[in-house]
């Protein structure tokens, strides 16, 4: 029986501490409540989360939660965790008494959530012991990734059906941010929808201003564009190395700027998105590690200095700014030679057949798996010293990793990082009078045990750097005293590490037997140069409505112009515009902050003489105040 509306929102109340439901969330955790396999089409930032985890405590069992994404696996557990709610995950950076701990709670109820990632699906131990789970709801995030027509497809994700079958009457909730009418249809066909069953938001959000800059000089421009308006900024680029040369860059400009990207440590993650959060740092300059999971409303611009591969990846990414509703920017800055750069990526992409033999051996022959060896075993993989071994290309030898994985013969993820772990494996009377030889080791044991709880029961993240502070004994030492105990049985002490993995789902195979389906070579070559093909026609159509044309791609037709992107601005330039468009755009400006003349003729978008006349107009009936400093205001407080 499906639960009444006041019982979800208690849970939402008590849980999350929200009165009401956004848009769209209490149709989709109702249609999940009443038995249906549901598909939510949520923008970035319209609370997907919240559709199957309220729904989840709403009943009898367990959710199963499938996301290819391993960071943000980790933050939604430690979110619930923080909510007094029972949730784990698995994947390969666990220990085998670790993941056994977590199949027995699974089994008998300790749990309410498991995260797993979509690789875990082709286990066959996994499922043998999955079908002994009370499984109430099996949940798809980035359900994209199943479907061959979206732009980020793993085969991986296949395997969700065959979970299908252990569940038949068990509802599926598959949620998304962005796909197209094509991927919407194909999602619900992959996961074997028993009815079509679809709630979506417009992809339309009428507070982004949307912008392409054509420029030689990026930083300039963007330096021009981030002094020009205030408030919380995002810079996105596509390499690592690039996310710290820029933010450098930009606070020598005096725009107080840091840096973001998947391979820092938790540490220095945590740190740098709690300055962003609280505004000791006004810029990120990120990669696309940078906002997964990350909700801060008055994001004020979104600036993208190196073009994307997809107008899904661009939207997904844009849709971090003006969460709060307030007007916000998003300029995507393109060079003369990005063509040329996006084509070139599409070859990279997609290097040739003999090309992934030959990583596909040398690959097995760096971790030492032998023909017929490897099945069902996962190995560390150093990715830069594989490449730095042989003499590989880096992004043709990252694709042909991908490509591999697609087709099934290994399954390549990226880095993962795992915090250091500890787990009491004495009992409590044990660990009086221990004898040790590290000097400073009962202390750091008793800050262990004073830090943190639940240690005897399960283990139990730590972190060596609050305990060196707790207890003023250097790190060397923590990690030689851990090690102690671990090596007198009074504990078990994982370390953290940080380290891309290689699982085999099948054992290797000789290269000549090697076979890549048109489905997962010629058909993704294809799809992704059509993407590819979209931006370009995106950025370089003058005239089209930006946002017109974003959810066109999106199958949403027949919207009129925004008013409010460069497009629709040049327009008016040009003569198509009315005198109350003037007023809107000297009033909103002058609202955000105090404007001198220049700054409203260079910015507007109007003919000099009807920015002039309108503003004298302004004044005279006294919206807008000609303060002492010769700079005009809006008293109006800014919506």
């Known amino acids: 029986m499906p639960k009444s509306s006041p019982t979800i929102k208690d849970i939402l109340k008590k849980y999350w501490g929200y009165e009401e439901f956004r848009p769209l969330q209490s149709d989709i955790i109702e249609s999940v409540l009443g038995g249906q396999d549901t598909l939510g089409l949520m923008p970035t930032g319209g609370g997907k989360s919240i559709t199957f985890q309220v729904p989840t405590m709403a009943m009898e069992g367990l959710a199963l939660v499938v996301t290819p994404i391993i960071s943000l696996m980790k933050d939604q557990v430690d979110n619930l965790v923080a909510r007094r709610i029972k949730a784990t995950y698995l994947h390969a950076g666990l220990t085998a008494g670790e993941v056994k701990r977590a199949y027995e709670k699974c089994m008998y109820g300790g749990y309410k959530f498991l995260y797993v990632s979509p690789e875990r699906l082709a286990s066959r131990s996994f499922l043998d012991r999955l079908k002994h789970?009370?499984?109430?709801?099996?949940?798809?995030?980035?359900?994209?990734?199943?479907?061959?027509?979206?732009?980020?497809?793993?085969?991986?994700?296949?395997?969700?059906?065959?979970?299908?079958?252990?569940?038949?009457?068990?509802?599926?909730?598959?949620?998304?941010?962005?796909?197209?009418?094509?991927?919407?249809?194909?999602?619900?066909?992959?996961?074997?929808?028993?009815?079509?069953?679809?709630?979506?938001?417009?992809?339309?959000?009428?507070?982004?201003?949307?912008?392409?800059?054509?420029?030689?000089?990026?930083?300039?421009?963007?330096?021009?564009?981030?002094?020009?308006?205030?408030?919380?900024?995002?810079?996105?680029?596509?390499?690592?190395?690039?996310t710290k040369l820029i933010s450098e860059e930009l606070n020598r400009y005096g725009i107080a700027a840091d840096y973001y990207h998947a391979g820092l440590a938790v540490e220095d993650k945590e740190d740098k998105q709690n300055k962003w959060k609280s505004d000791e740092c006004r810029v990120m300059v990120a990669t696309n590690a940078f906002g997964m999971g990350i909700d801060k409303p008055d994001v004020r611009v979104v600036v993208h200095i190196d073009m994307p591969n997809s107008l899904e990846e661009y939207y997904q990414e844009a849709g971090r700014a003006g969460r709060d509703g307030k007007r916000s920017f998003v300029v995507?800055?393109?060079?003369?030679?990005?063509?040329?750069?996006?084509?070139?990526?599409?070859?990279?992409?997609?290097?040739?057949k003999d090309f992934l033999c030959t990583v596909y051996e040398r690959a097995c022959n760096f971790i030492g798996v032998g023909v017929g060896e490897g099945y069902d075993h996962q190995y560390d993989f150093n990715f830069n010293l594989f490449c730095r071994t042989f003499k590989l290309p880096v992004l043709p030898t990252h694709s042909a990793l991908g490509i591999l994985s697609r087709a099934g013969y290994i399954n390549f993820i990226e880095e993962v990082e795992t915090q250091s772990r500890v787990m009491i494996?004495?009992?409590?009377?044990?660990?009086?009078?221990?004898?040790t030889v590290t000097p400073g080791a009962d202390q750091v044991l008793q800050a262990i045990l004073r830090l943190y709880t639940g240690l005897f029961a399960d283990y139990e993240f730590i972190n060596?750097?609050?305990?060196?502070?707790?207890?003023?004994?250097?790190?060397?030492?923590?990690?030689?005293?851990?090690?102690?105990?671990?090596?007198?049985?009074?504990?078990?002490?994982?370390?953290?590490?940080?380290?891309?993995?290689?699982?085999?789902?099948?054992?290797?195979?000789?290269?000549?037997?090697?076979?890549?389906?048109?489905?997962?070579?010629?058909?993704?070559?294809?799809?992704?140069?059509?993407?590819?093909?979209?931006?370009?026609?995106?950025?370089?159509?003058?005239?089209?409505?930006?946002?017109?044309?974003?959810?066109?791609?999106?199958?949403?037709?027949?919207?009129?112009?925004?008013?409010?992107?460069?497009?629709?601005?040049?327009?008016?330039?040009?003569?198509?515009?009315?005198?109350?468009?003037?007023?809107?755009?000297?009033?909103?400006?002058?609202?955000?902050?105090?404007?001198?003349?220049?700054?409203?003729?260079?910015?507007?978008?109007?003919?000099?003489?009807?920015?002039?006349?309108?503003?004298?107009?302004?004044?005279?009936?006294?919206?807008?105040?000609?303060?002492?400093?010769?700079?005009?205001?809006?008293?109006?407080?800014?919506k």
């Open 332 to 352: 995507l800055l393109v060079a003369p030679t990005d063509a040329r750069t996006l084509k070139r990526h599409i070859d990279d992409s997609f290097p040739d």
């Open 133 to 242: 789970m009370p499984v109430c709801l099996i949940v798809v995030d980035e359900a994209h990734c199943i479907s061959q027509w979206g732009y980020d497809f793993r085969p991986s994700f296949l395997n969700i059906a065959s979970v299908r079958k252990l569940f038949p009457d068990v509802p599926v909730l598959a949620l998304t941010a962005t796909a197209t009418p094509q991927v919407v249809q194909d999602i619900m066909q992959r996961l074997e929808f028993k009815q079509p069953r679809v709630f979506s938001k417009s992809f339309a959000r009428d507070n982004l201003s949307y912008v392409v800059r054509h420029t030689s000089d990026k930083i300039a421009e963007a330096v021009r564009i981030l002094s020009r308006v205030p408030g919380t900024g995002i810079v996105y680029v596509r390499s690592r190395k690039r």
């Open 464 to 638: 060596e750097d609050v305990i060196a502070y707790r207890t003023g004994i250097d790190q060397e030492t923590i990690y030689t005293s851990l090690l102690e105990f671990t090596r007198m049985h009074i504990l078990h002490y994982v370390p953290r590490k940080r380290t891309p993995f290689i699982y085999f789902p099948t054992s290797r195979e000789e290269p000549r037997y090697l076979r890549f389906p048109k489905a997962v070579y010629e058909d993704l070559k294809q799809r992704m140069t059509e993407r590819v093909e979209a931006v370009l026609n995106y950025t370089s159509d003058t005239v089209r409505c930006r946002e017109a044309a974003i959810l066109a791609y999106f199958g949403e037709h027949g919207h009129t112009d925004c008013g409010h992107c460069d497009a629709c601005i040049d327009r008016r330039k040009r003569g198509d515009h009315t005198s109350t468009d003037v007023q809107e755009g000297i009033l909103y400006m002058t609202q955000v902050k105090p404007r001198t003349i220049k700054e409203l003729i260079d910015t507007l978008s109007f003919p000099k003489d009807e920015i002039l006349s309108m503003l004298s107009f302004l004044v005279d009936e006294g919206y807008i105040h000609h303060l002492p400093d010769d700079t005009y205001r809006n008293p109006e407080p800014l």
């Open 425 to 435: 494996m004495a009992d409590k009377s044990e660990l009086y009078d221990l004898h």
